[in-house]
């Protein structure tokens, strides 16, 4: 009997460590955060972010320059960014905060009569899935969330709010030397 109980007990004990999760818990990082760091778009070549378009900002007030790329997840997916600059982490929140918010979101603004700034606004939207996985021709705002980062404003795609912070945070894990691939 003593050896039946002590099976049981090494079978449930088994059992339990079969089933515990070891994921890793995600901690989204704080939306607005200033560390002191000027960045400039030179920093962010050796983590992998290939820079498509550089934008003209003489309409976007504050902002020393913004480009639009994209960088690969560590499934080898690549993923939509856009980076502005400010010369202040000051700046940035003061300056581009209202921008930001009026782009980002399910009801961010994608179109020429609510954006606030209209340069290369196709680069903000993506075609949305239909039914059974289809495309239904949608157009729906790419960003659902952006981080103020020191002097910079990311914004990042994803399939919704979450998703997308998900994805600004492990870009600035990168960029911070938290994450190496």
């Known amino acids: 009997m003593k050896v039946l109980s002590k099976i049981l007990i090494i079978n449930f004990l088994l059992f339990a460590l079969a089933c515990s999760s070891s994921e890793e818990v995600f901690t989204p990082m704080e939306k607005i955060s200033d560390q002191g760091k000027i960045f400039s778009i030179g920093d962010f070549k050796p983590i992998g972010f290939k ?6 900002v003489e309409d976007l007030p504050g902002s020393t320059s913004a480009f639009f790329g994209f960088m690969k997840n560590e499934l080898g997916d690549p993923k939509d960014y856009e980076i502005r600059f400010y010369s202040s982490h000051s700046d940035a ?11 980002v979101g399910e009801n961010g603004c994608i179109n ?5 700034w209209l340069e290369n606004l196709n680069q903000r939207t993506h ?3 239909g039914r059974n ?5 949608t157009k729906a705002p790419k ?17 919704n709010e979450s998703d997308s912070m998900k994805n600004c945070t492990k870009f600035i894990d990168k960029l ?6």
């Open 93 to 103: 929140v003061n300056l581009g905060t209202k921008y930001a918010d009026n782009i």
């Open 133 to 137: 996985n289809t495309w239904n021709a």
């Open 127 to 129: 075609l949305e899935g």
């Open 112 to 116: 020429k009569e609510c954006s606030l």
């Open 143 to 159: 960003y659902n969330n952006y981080v103020i980062y020191n002097n910079l404003i990311l914004f990042c795609s994803g399939y």
């Open 176 to 181: 911070e030397g938290k994450v190496t691939q």
């Open 51 to 56: 820079k498509s378009n550089e934008y003209n």
